[in-house]
């Protein structure tokens, strides 16, 4: 079913840094200025003297600081066994612990029984474009139009960005079209020029089919592979839209197409050389409006597979160069400023130390889930693929207050902060 949002702003001049979607649809920005226990939202807006009075109870979801705090890029990405992500540092590791520095300026000590995984490096998988979250056309565009949170084009149209983007990447957005589909993806693009020159994956969305190709770089001009052929088209899909989401594997050369939620096809190419950050979008009809909703890019954590027994009482340990073993992870030890772990495996007698670098995901050995209780609210911090199932929520002055079902009581400031919603 299409969502449609109804986008309200008393003032069309008032520069909101925060926005309230009620469960009606309607949407109010101002500033929050606190949230109370008694879940009584007071919201600074230019129409009210005296503010706002919101029940946050009436709230669907609530986007703080539109405008976000940029963050590098996170060492490490903790996986508590209830869902729930953090990133930042991990600082030391005992046979019982794990201590670990956040992003936000707070360091914790985590008991090892509460954390599933610990990721690290391009593991970590990071939002790179969120429309809704920030809406705008890509940096390089023609024909593209920005309607509220949706890229339309009615011609001809084309647009190119460079992102941060690892070896493997997602790509996820809604397509609706007019009368029969015409758009192009290009994936991983050196720069914003369409030809051979440029290595890159293409992936057609036409009336006809679904292909996919890989153009490749030599000393004096690319080559085209042959195309790739899904076996279905959208020309199935009879409400004119659907939900793609592309996964896009370089170190492996292989594209995962979804349509609805639904894996259609797996591409495999056997040579590719697309290492680069740009993406582009192009509407090759020059009669066919198409529209794109929803869209988000992301870095890629590929879920490696756990070879390891269920309630196992080892951890297993996967490393960048292909390796995975399993064993007891004892403790860590600074080196030349380099955090290494030492890892006691089957097959041998001695700890080894593993420099972190070389280190792709930690695995735990099996907990049992644990499900927090009284969540009036589930809050998800800024850092990509960073959430926070949060209870007792209240704010005042710029700070949130909560209980957090690992970490205890955490008080943060509201700008660390993307998103509150309701269970």
């Given amino acids: ?20 979607t009620l469960k009606t649809g309607e949407i109010i920005r101002g500033s929050i200025q606190s949230i109370s226990t008694d879940n009584t939202i007071t919201l600074e807006h230019i129409a009210a003297e005296q503010g706002l009075k919101i029940n946050a109870l009436s709230t669907d979801r609530i986007d703080l600081n539109i405008t976000p705090t940029k963050f590098k890029k996170a060492e490490a990405l ?13 600082t030391s590791i005992s046979p019982n612990s794990i201590r670990f520095a956040s992003q936000f300026g707070k ?101 006809r089919v679904l292909n996919f190709e890989s153009i490749n770089s030599t000393q004096k001009r690319g080559t085209r592979t042959p195309s790739v052929r899904a076996s279905t088209s959208l020309t199935s899909y009879k409400e004119k839209e659907v939900a793609v989401e592309l996964r896009v594997s370089r170190s492996s050369g292989n594209i995962i197409l979804f349509l609805n939620g639904e894996k259609i096809h797996n591409a495999f190419f056997d040579t590719a050389d697309s290492t680069g950050n740009y993406i582009g979008i192009q509407n090759q009809s020059r009669n066919n409006a198409h529209t794109i909703s929803n869209l988000h890019i992301s870095t890629w954590d590929q879920q490696i597979q756990r070879t390891h027994k269920k309630n ?31 890892m006691n495996y089957e097959h041998s007698n001695e700890n080894i130390l593993h420099p972190q670098h070389d280190i792709k995901i930690i695995h735990f050995k099996e907990t049992a889930s644990e499900n927090s209780t009284n969540t009036e609210l589930k809050a998800s911090l800024l850092k990509g693929n960073v959430k926070l199932t949060l209870s007792n929520i209240s704010m005042e002055k710029g700070l949130i207050k909560a209980t957090h079902p690992v970490l205890g009581e955490i008080s943060l400031e509201k700008k660390h902060f993307r998103t509150l919603e309701l269970n």
């Fill in 1 to 20: 079913m299409r969502l449609i949002f109804l986008f309200i702003c008393l003032i069309s001049t008032c520069l909101a840094e925060d926005q309230l």
């Fill in 78 to 90: 903790v996986s508590f066994t209830n869902g729930d992500n953090l990133s930042g540092q991990v």
């Fill in 107 to 207: 360091e914790y000590t985590i008991p090892r029984s509460k954390i599933d995984t610990l990721s690290f490096g391009d593991s970590i998988s990071t939002p790179l474009f969120d429309l809704n979250q920030s809406p705008k056309i890509f940096e390089t565009s023609t024909g593209w139009e920005l309607q509220n949170r949706t890229l339309k084009a009615t011609s001809t149209s084309m647009m190119w960005q460079a992102f941060d983007l690892t070896p493997d990447f997602i790509i996820k957005f809604n397509i609706a079209w007019q009368s029969s589909p015409n758009l192009t993806l290009h994936l991983g693009a050196n720069n914003t020029i369409n030809s051979t020159s440029n290595p890159r994956y293409i992936v057609n969305f036409n009336n």
């Fill in 312 to 342: 196992s009482t080892h951890t297993f340990i996967a490393l960048n160069n292909g390796d995975t073993l399993t064993g007891k992870l004892s403790s860590s030890s600074q080196k030349n400023n380099i955090l290494h772990y030492a």
